[in-house]
């Protein structure tokens, strides 16, 4: 990877269900300042990752304050250590009551797990809290980003496309894996609606069931319908709010 394309990578919008499965996270280069960049199973590089999900739990896991969060970003759950060196995120999780919707900058971590699996997470920069409209909104817009990904997959493209397919084993399947959790992403942004009527409830329920049954290409146009008729802001506006005071290149998230 040469150093434009470093100074390129800039945060993925990632949900739990491929964050969990990128366990390649390498430093890439000899410098000091060179990045370690996680390779994402949909086969692009992510130097820092933007979730927005429920809180579900913060745990204090040694006497030096050092905690574990659990977010989960409505397919499945990742979690986020924080402790001295992630000063302002620790303090932000301190003074959250779960559940809470929080959006949370970090960079992803990955580390050989004594029985010899993996255990990926996230090192937190910045955490905020924010609205069920703005959690819906990302996981639109994240829904978009990972199903770009997987259309744009190439195993032979010298990068982390082709470190991708020679690392994870059954690409097709941890892609289907990907798809599957987008799809339970975005149903969960209508089956979190309450309502008393019956014919409102049941419509739901049918609405969902179609979105069982889509294809990757009618899930995308969807998703993409679906982004512009819910979004209650610009997504650029999310992440820095994500961001916080987190001084970064300025750079949006991109697929």
């Given at each position: 990877?040469?150093?434009?394309?470093?100074?390129?990578q800039?945060?993925?919008r990632?949900f739990?269900?491929?964050l969990?499965?990128?366990?390649l996270?390498?430093?890439?280069?000899?410098?000091?300042?060179?990045?370690?960049?996680q390779?994402?199973?949909?086969g692009k590089?992510a130097g820092?990752v933007v979730?927005v999900?429920?809180?579900?739990?913060?745990?204090e896991?040694?006497?030096?304050?050092?905690?574990?969060a659990?977010?989960?970003?409505g397919?499945?759950?990742?979690y986020?250590?924080?402790?001295?060196y992630q000063?302002e995120?620790q303090?932000?999780?301190q003074?959250l009551?779960a559940p809470?919707?929080v959006?949370?900058?970090?960079k992803?971590?990955a580390?050989?797990?004594d029985?010899?699996?993996m255990n990926v997470?996230?090192?937190?920069?910045?955490?905020?809290?924010?609205?069920?409209?703005?959690r819906?909104q990302w996981v639109?817009?994240?829904?978009?980003?990972s199903?770009?990904?997987?259309?744009?997959f190439?195993?032979h493209?010298g990068?982390a496309g082709?470190?991708?397919?020679?690392?994870?084993?059954?690409?097709?399947q941890?892609?289907e894996?990907?798809?599957?959790g987008v799809?339970?992403?975005?149903e969960?942004?209508f089956?979190?609606?309450?309502t008393?009527e019956?014919?409102v409830e049941?419509?739901?329920d049918?609405?969902q069931d179609?979105?069982?049954?889509m294809d990757i290409?009618?899930?995308r146009?969807?998703?993409s319908?679906?982004?512009e008729?819910k979004?209650?802001?610009?997504?650029?506006e999310?992440?820095q709010?994500?961001r916080g005071?987190?001084?970064?290149?300025?750079?949006a998230?991109?697929?």
């Amino acid at each position: 990877m040469t150093n434009n394309q470093q100074q390129r990578q800039v945060s993925k919008r990632v949900f739990a269900s491929e964050l969990n499965e990128s366990f390649l996270v390498e430093k890439r280069g000899d410098g000091d300042y060179d990045p370690r960049l996680q390779t994402l199973v949909s086969g692009k590089y992510a130097g820092r990752v933007v979730v927005v999900g429920t809180l579900t739990d913060v745990q204090e896991i040694n006497d030096d304050g050092y905690l574990q969060a659990k977010v989960h970003t409505g397919d499945d759950s990742l979690y986020a250590y924080a402790g001295q060196y992630q000063e302002e995120a620790q303090s932000a999780l301190q003074d959250l009551d779960a559940p809470a919707y929080v959006a949370m900058v970090g960079k992803p971590s990955a580390y050989e797990l004594d029985n010899g699996g993996m255990n990926v997470s996230i090192k937190p920069e910045t955490v905020q809290e924010v609205s069920k409209a703005e959690r819906e909104q990302w996981v639109l817009e994240a829904a978009n980003a990972s199903l770009d990904r997987l259309e744009a997959f190439d195993p032979h493209d010298g990068e982390a496309g082709e470190e991708a397919m020679a690392t994870y084993e059954d690409i097709e399947q941890l892609h289907e894996q990907i798809r599957n959790g987008v799809e339970q992403a975005v149903e969960s942004v209508f089956g979190e609606a309450e309502t008393e009527e019956a014919s409102v409830e049941d419509s739901a329920d049918e609405e969902q069931d179609e979105i069982a049954e889509m294809d990757i290409n009618e899930l995308r146009m969807y998703v993409s319908k679906e982004t512009e008729y819910k979004a209650s802001g610009d997504y650029h506006e999310l992440e820095q709010k994500a961001r916080g005071t987190f001084n970064d290149s300025g750079q949006a998230a991109e697929a």
